[in-house]
C-alpha cells in the first residue's frame, strides 16, 4: 500500500490539476446532461390527441361558452370532457367543411364511440377532486380578482388551452402511465397547506378531503 | 494520460455528483414508488354518469323494490326504491347483489345440449328451438307427456305456461312448493276469495306462527318497513311482536316474544289459542264456528303442551295479548317458507277470524287477483292445487305416467324438492332448463335454454304472496343484457314454441302479454312503465268458514319418526334454489356456520347432552329411508329442547366454486306427505337421529 | 400522541337500535357492493374475510328456554380518542377532517398492521391477496371509491365519498356544503336496512335524529371505559346487551364504571 501510493504521487504529479479533475468532470458534465437533458425525453412519451379538437372556432364561430360542454350536473358532480352523444347534437353530420370534422363524424359519431382522450391532468384513483369546491364562489371570495379562467388554468390545473386551435400534445410518463402535467400533492398543498387558508375552512388539508 | 483505473473512480464519482444536481434520482424514486400502486391487474375505477333506474328483483322471494344505480349505462349496484312500496328505500341481503349477480361464473350464456359424452355443446338459439319444437311434436295431446314446472311466484309468465301446457293438452304445470300455494289451498278449503293477504302496517298486536316474517316470509322488505315504523328508536315500541317456532330465527331476534314450539305444530298452537280465545268470548259468524268450537275444545293447553311444547303460561300469554290488541294480526306460515300444512294456514287464518282481524285495514286481507290475460291459462286455482311434491313422489313409485318432456322455468327442483328426486327426474327422456345459473336441475337436463336476469329484461311481478295490498309492478331492462346470446325471455321461448305447434295462445311476444296484464290491472302504463307501483287496498269476498273439517281431519297424519325433530331455517342471504349462495353473499355465513365442506347444525346444550355429543363433533343426521347427511355440531341455545336446526340452501352440487361442495342439503332428509283432509303435501315434520360420525 | 381530541363543529355517527337488528345481513352485501369489495371463495376462513361492517350474534349466556340473542353490526366506529392513527409509523390514517372520520389513504400504506393490533373493535382488515373478481364482475365496480391492492389494510369509511358527493350536490345547488340536511348523506348500510336498525347523522347537530339518540337512557358505546370515544352508539332496551357491550364486571352497574384511558367524556 504504502509502495503503491508513492508511486501514483511520482508519476501523476505533473497533471495532477487536470489529468485529477477532467474524469471527475466529464462524469459530472455527462449526469448533467443525461439528468437535465436526455431522461426526461426518454421518461415521456408524447402522444397527440385522437380528436383535433378546435376550442376558438366553437368559441368564436359557434359563440359557445366553456360552461355549453363543461358544466355541473345537477347531483354535483362535474361533466369534464363531453361525450360523443353531447357533441352529436350539433356534429350529427359535419356542420363545416374541414376534413378533420369529417373526420370525426364518421369515426367517432356514426360509431358511436366515445374518443380516447388523453386528459392532460388525470389523477389517480386515490384522488377525489371535487370540481364544485373549487369555485369562484368559493375562491372567489378572498381572489376577487380572479376570472374563471385564471381559475381553471393559471393556477396550474389545467393547461390554457381554451383559445387554441389545437390541442397541445400530451405527455405520458412511461414509468407511472401519469401524465406529465399531473398535478402532485405538493402543488394541491399549495393552497391546501397555506395557512391563510385554514380560517377560511380550518380542515381543508384532511388527508380525506382529497382522498378517497 | 492512460484511462486508470483511478480516472475510472473518479468519473464515476463525478458522475454520481452530477446526478445528485439533477431531479432524475428523485423523479425515479418517486415514479417507481407510484408504479408500484398501479399494479395492472388490480380493476381502475371507471367513471361516468351517475343514474338510477328502477326494477323490482325478480330473483329475490321478497320482491324488493330497487334502484339500480347506473354509471354510464354500466351497473353497478342496487339499492332499495323509496318511492316504492316494496321497499321504502330498503333492500334484501339478496336483492342487494343482484348486479353482481349478472357477472356470476354460474351464469348460461348461451343455449347447451348435452352431449353424448355427457358434456355440453353449445348450440344456437335456432337449432335449439328446432330440436325442442321436434320434441314437443310428439306429446302434443298427451295428458301425461309433458310436464312444466315454474319457480316464478309472481309473474305473468306463468299465464303463459300454463296457457302452453292447457293447449298442448296436458294439466301438469306445477309451481315449485311455496307459502302461496299453501295459503291459497286453505283460503280456498275456507271458501275465501281472491287471495288470502296479511297486512301488518298499523298493527299493535302481530303474531308469526312459524312463518319467518322478517326474513323470508312473503315481501318480507314490505313486512319490515312495518316492523320498522311500529318501533321508533330507543323508544317503547308501539307494537308487539311474537314469533313461535322451534328456533330462535332471525324474526325471533327481532320479536318481543319468542315463544318455542316444535317443528310443524303451528296447527296445534293455533287451536290451542283459538280454544282460550273462544273461552274468553271470541266468536266468528263463519257457518262451521260450531264445529270449530268444538274443535278447538279438544286443545286444552296442556294437550297444546304436549304437542307442540308450548307451555300453558305462554299459551296463556299469546292469547291474552291478541285478546287485548286493537288490531292484532296472526300469520300462519312454515319455519323455512315450503312444506307447510294447510290445515296449520287455515287454523292461522281462522284465528284472524276469531280476532275480528278480517278485511279490516289490518289483518288477514282477501286481495283480489289480477284478471288473467292469456285466454288458454290454468286458473290459479287449479293451478295451486297441483301438488308437485306429490307428483313427484307418483313418479318415483310408478302411480303416474311419465312424462316425455319436462320443461323447467328458473325452477331448481332438482335441490329443492323434499327428498331427493334426482333419480326420477333423470329417467325423464327430455329434459329442458330455461335457466339464469347453471343449477343442480340444468345440470342433469338435455337443453339448457340461458335466460337473462331481471333487470336485463321486460317483466312484471303482482301481489307477492301473503301480501295485504294488491300490487302489480312492470319490470323494463335497466341495461342490455351482458350476455348476448341469454337475451331471449322465457315466455317468448314459449310463445314461439307455442305458435309452431299451432297451440297459438294469442300473443306475438311477452311484451305484449304484460301489455294486455297492464291494461287488464286497471293501471296507467306511463307510471308502470316509469317504475311505479300499482296499489289497490281494495278487499274482495264474504265470510269465509272456519275449515274446521278439513283441519279436524288433517290431525290424522302420521306423527314423525326418529329421536329429535328437524327445524329447518332459510335465510335470504344465503340465496333461494336457483341463486345458491351468492359469492358476495358468502361472507355472511357466520363463523358456527360453515367449516371448509361441512356445515354446522344446532343443537342446545341440553339435547347435545343427550345426544351424546359435543361442540364440533362431526355427525351424521338420518331421517327415514337411509337419507342422510353430514354436518358439525354447535351448541346454541337459540334451539328448543329435542330439536336439531339446520339451514337451507347449502350443500349445492352444482354451481360455481363459491356455492358448490359448501355444506349440506337439509331438503334430502324431508319426506313429503299428503295431508288427509286439505289434500296437499307437507314436510314441516322430519324427525332425525343423530350419529357420531 | 398528544393527547388533546380535535373538536370538529361536524361529528358524524350512527345510533344502531340492537333491538331492531335481526342480523340478515343487508347491511354487509350493500357494503360490499359499495365499496368495491372482492368476494371469497371460502368464506369459512374468518382470519382473511374482509368485512368493513360485520354483524355479529351475542347471547346472554343463559340455557334455553331464557336465552336471548342479539345481533350487532360493527362499523369502523370512527374514535374521538383513536388507537389506530398515533400508531401508524406512514401517516396512513388520521383524524383531521372535519366530520371526524377516521381516513384511510391506501397508497400511503405498508401493510405492518399495527393499527389492527392496536384497534379494539377489530374493525380494519388487511389485504392478504390482490383482490379477485370473476370474469366481467369488475365492470361493476363503483367509481367512488378506489380499489385496493395486496398489502394494505382498509376499513370502513362511513362511505365517506357520499359525503363528497352530497357537499358537491349542496355547492351546485347553491346550499352550505357544511350545513346538510338530515338524511342528504348516509351510509349504504344506513340506506339498506329493511328493519331501519342504523341512524345516521351529525351527531352535534341537535336537527338530527341521532343527536338526540346518544342521549337516550338506551344508549351505550362499545368497550366505552377503554376510552376510544366512538362515533358509533349502540341502543337496546335490553339490560344484558348493554352490559355485555362494555364487559361490565358483575359488580358493576350497568353504565357505571371506571374508564381505563384518556379522552373519556360520556
Known sequence: MEEKRAHNADTGGQCSVLGGFLPFGLGLVLSLLVGWWLSPKLLFSEQSQPVAFNHKIHKEEAGMTCSDCHYFREDGSYSGIPTTKECADCHEFPVGSSAKEREYVNKYVKKGQEPDWKVYQMQPDNVFFSHAAHSLENCGKCHTDWTEKELCSTSGCHPDIGDSEAPPKYSENRITGYSASTMKMWACEYCHAMPDHRAYNANNNACFTCHK | ?693 | MSGAQQSFKILWGMAIDLDKCTGCGACMVACQAENNLAPEKDASKKQRVMNWLKVFELSNGKPFPDHDTAYLPRPCQQCGNPACVPVCPATVTKKDEEGGIISQVYPRCFGCRYCMAACPYKARYFNWYDPEWPQGWDKTLSPDVSVRPRGVVEKCTFCHHRWMKAKDKARVAGNDPYDLPEGAYVTSCTEACPNGAIVFGDLNNPKHLVHKLAHSEYAFRLLERLGMDPQVYYLSRREWVRRLGNHHLENEKTGEFTPLGGGHHG
Open chain 2, 1 to 693: 494520460m492512460g484511462i486508470d483505473r483511478r480516472s475510472i473512480v473518479k468519473f464515476l464519482i463525478g458522475g454520481a455528483v452530477g446526478s445528485m444536481f439533477t431531479p432524475t434520482p428523485w423523479i425515479l424514486t418517486d415514479d417507481i414508488s407510484i408504479w408500484t400502486q398501479n399494479w395492472p391487474w388490480v380493476p381502475k375505477n371507471i367513471k361516468g354518469v351517475d343514474a338510477y333506474v328502477p326494477t323490482v328483483s325478480k330473483l329475490c322471494p321478497s320482491a324488493t323494490a330497487m334502484l339500480v344505480r347506473t354509471v354510464s349505462g354500466r351497473p353497478v349496484r342496487t339499492m332499495g326504491n323509496p318511492e316504492h312500496p316494496l321497499s321504502g328505500g330498503k333492500i334484501s341481503p339478496l336483492a342487494a347483489t343482484e348486479v353482481q349477480l349478472l357477472y356470476s361464473p354460474s351464469r348460461i350464456k348461451r343455449p347447451l345440449r348435452k352431449a353424448s359424452d355427457g358434456g355440453w355443446k353449445e348450440i344456437s338459439w335456432t337449432d335449439a328451438l328446432a330440436l325442442l319444437d321436434e320434441k314437443l311434436g310428439f306429446v302434443k295431446g298427451s295428458a301425461t307427456r309433458l310436464a312444466v314446472i315454474s319457480g316464478d311466484q309472481t309473474g305473468t309468465v306463468n299465464e303463459v305456461l300454463s296457457g302452453f301446457v292447457a293447449s298442448m293438452g296436458s294439466k301438469q304445470f306445477f309451481l315449485m312448493p311455496s307459502e302461496a300455494q299453501t295459503l291459497a289451498r286453505a283460503w280456498e278449503l275456507m271458501g275465501g276469495a281472491g287471495m288470502p293477504g296479511f297486512e301488518t302496517a298499523g298493527s299493535d298486536y302481530v303474531l308469526a306462527l312459524g312463518a319467518d316474517i322478517l326474513e323470508s316470509w312473503g315481501a318480507s322488505t314490505r313486512t319490515r318497513r312495518a316492523y320498522c315504523e311500529a318501533r321508533p328508536h330507543g323508544e317503547v315500541p308501539a307494537a308487539t311482536y311474537a314469533y313461535v317456532g322451534p328456533s330462535c330465527t332471525n324474526t325471533a331476534v327481532g320479536a318481543d316474544i319468542w315463544v318455542a314450539a316444535k317443528p310443524g305444530s303451528q296447527a296445534a298452537v293455533a287451536l290451542g289459542l283459538a280454544n282460550l280465545l273462544i273461552k274468553a268470548g271470541a266468536t266468528s259468524s263463519a257457518p262451521d264456528f260450531a264445529a270449530f268450537k268444538a274443535l278447538a275444545a279438544r286443545f286444552e293447553p296442556a294437550t297444546v303442551a304436549q304437542l307442540a311444547g308450548v307451555s300453558e303460561a305462554n299459551l296463556a300469554m299469546l292469547a291474552e295479548g291478541l285478546q287485548k290488541a286493537k288490531a292484532p294480526v296472526v300469520i300462519p306460515g312454515s319455519e323455512f317458507g315450503q312444506g307447510g300444512s294447510v290445515a296449520a294456514a287455515a287454523a292461522g287464518m281462522a284465528l284472524n277470524l276469531l280476532l275480528g282481524a278480517y278485511n279490516q285495514k289490518v289483518g288477514l286481507r282477501a286481495v283480489p287477483e289480477f284478471a288473467p290475460v292469456v285466454e288458454k291459462a290454468m286458473a290459479r286455482k287449479d293451478v295451486m292445487a297441483n301438488d308437485l311434491a306429490a307428483y313427484m313422489q307418483g313418479l318415483a313409485e310408478d302411480n303416474k305416467a311419465r312424462p316425455e318432456i319436462l320443461i323447467t322455468y328458473e325452477a331448481n327442483p332438482v335441490y329443492a324438492l323434499p327428498g331427493d328426486v334426482a333419480g326420477t327426474v333423470a329417467k325423464i327422456p327430455f329434459k329442458v332448463a330455461i335457466a339464469q345459473f347453471m343449477d343442480e336441475t340444468a345440470t342433469m337436463a338435455d337443453l339448457v335454454l340461458p335466460s337473462p336476469l331481471g333487470i336485463e329484461r321486460y317483466d312484471d311481478v303482482a301481489t307477492p304472496a301473503g301480501c295485504g295490498v294488491a300490487i302489480y309492478c312492470l319490470n323494463t331492462p335497466v341495461i342490455d343484457a351482458v350476455n348476448p346470446a341469454a337475451n331471449i325471455h322465457g315466455g317468448d321461448v314459449i310463445l314461439g314454441l307455442a305458435a309452431k305447434q299451432n297451440a297459438n295462445l294469442g300473443f306475438n311476444s311477452f311484451k305484449d302479454v304484460l301489455a294486455a296484464k297492464a291494461k287488464a290491472v286497471g293501471a296507467n302504463v306511463a307510471d308502470l312503465t316509469a317504475g311505479k307501483a300499482f296499489v289497490s287496498e281494495a278487499v274482495t269476498g264474504a265470510q269465509p268458514s272456519l275449515a274446521a273439517e278439513a283441519i279436524a281431519k288433517s290431525l290424522e297424519a302420521k306423527a314423525p319418526e326418529g329421536a329429535y325433530a328437524l327445524a329447518a331455517v332459510n335465510k335470504l342471504g344465503f340465496g333461494t334454489a336457483t341463486t345458491a349462495v351468492p359469492p358476495q353473499n358468502l361472507k355472511l355465513v357466520r363463523e358456527f356456520e360453515l367449516a371448509g365442506t361441512l356445515m354446522y347444525v344446532h343443537l342446545n346444550k341440553a339435547t347435545a347432552a343427550k345426544a351424546g355429543v359435543a361442540q364440533g363433533q362431526k355427525v351424521t343426521l338420518k331421517a327415514g329411508d337411509g337419507k342422510a347427511i353430514p354436518a358439525l355440531v354447535n351448541i346454541s341455545e337459540m334451539v328448543m329442547d329435542g330439536v336439531v336446526m339446520a339451514p337451507c340452501n347449502l350443500g349445492h352440487t352444482a354451481f360455481d366454486e363459491f356455492a358448490k361442495g359448501k355444506g349440506a342439503n337439509v331438503a334430502r332428509l324431508f319426506t313429503a306427505q299428503v295431508e288427509p283432509g286439505t289434500g296437499l303435501s307437507f314436510w314441516t315434520q322430519t324427525g332425525v337421529a343423530i350419529e357420531k360420525a
